[in-house]
């Protein structure tokens, strides 16, 4: 979803004009199209037998991505992300929705609203903390109207929430980690727990580089890494 929305807002002249990394999606942007659909088929096959049970949330969070920046009747100069406020609440929710309640609704043996308050423990300030990464990123672009949280408290106090959310998230899971290693229950998997701690930690020790020394690159690889490192550490934790 979110690479069919930058493959259509680059063949807009003035979005791509505003921003390098949609002139980068324009110049590739028959790539981006064929790697969106083959993602869109692959997921659709997968989630295909449980079609009736996740339906509802699949059409909550395609409806939310595709108003996300197309115009709206009651926005008409670019959907829901053009609604100050609602560019970090939107971002959040829809990795909420498939990331957290479309498993648990498939997992009918797990009791849901425990599942969502477990995992909302952990993903909810994860897909915070990469959202306001995105954010400082895109001061230079995004419009005062917005009023994204780096605009409002500033970019050096949104970096030390950051690292807060991290922090945090690096703490339940060692605790829990190493308390299932103390119980030690049968089909448990404690280090799971510990590794992504761990790779959360890591990730709050490079927020916390300096501005000088902090380039394009390191942001870039820093906001799209967390979202990979956290579950690579619990998937190889998971396996010892």
């Keep these: 979803m979110y690479l069919l929305l930058r493959w259509s807002a680059a063949r807009t002249v003035l979005d791509r004009t505003d921003q390098e990394a949609l002139s980068w999606v324009f110049e590739r942007q028959r790539l981006a199209l064929l790697v969106a659909l083959i993602a869109a088929m692959l997921g659709i096959a997968l989630l295909w037998p449980k079609r009736l049970l996740v339906w509802p949330v699949i059409a909550v969070a395609v409806t939310l991505g595709a108003t996300y920046t197309r115009s709206l009747p009651f926005v008409p100069w670019g959907g829901l992300r ?39 423990l952990v993903q909810l ?12 990123r895109d001061l230079a672009t995004d419009d005062p109207s917005l009023r994204t949280i780096p605009q409002v408290i500033g970019a050096r106090w ?19 980690g190493f308390m299932d290693i103390e119980a030690d229950v049968d089909g448990a ?5 510990v590794f992504a701690g761990c790779g959360s930690l890591l990730a709050a020790c490079f927020t916390l580089i300096p501005a000088p020394k902090r380039s394009d690159v390191l942001h870039e690889t820093l ?18």
Excluded: Q
Excluded at 189 to 193: C, G, I, K, R
Excluded at 223 to 240: C, M, R, V
């Design 189 to 193: 998997t404690p280090w799971a727990d």
């Design 223 to 240: 906001a799209d890494g967390i979202l990979l490192l956290i579950p690579a550490l619990y998937l190889i934790g998971s396996l010892l």
């Design 82 to 120: 053009a609604v100050p406020g609602l560019k970090l609440p939107v971002i959040v929710g829809c990795w909420m929705l498939v990331t957290v309640v479309m498993p648990f609704l498939i997992a009918k043996e797990v009791d849901l609203i425990t599942g969502l308050i477990d995992a909302g």
């Design 158 to 176: 949104t970096r030390v929430l950051i690292v807060l959310l991290l922090v945090y998230i690096g703490m339940i899971l060692l605790v829990r």
């Design 125 to 136: 300030p994860l897909y915070l903390a990469n959202a306001l990464l995105f954010d400082i």
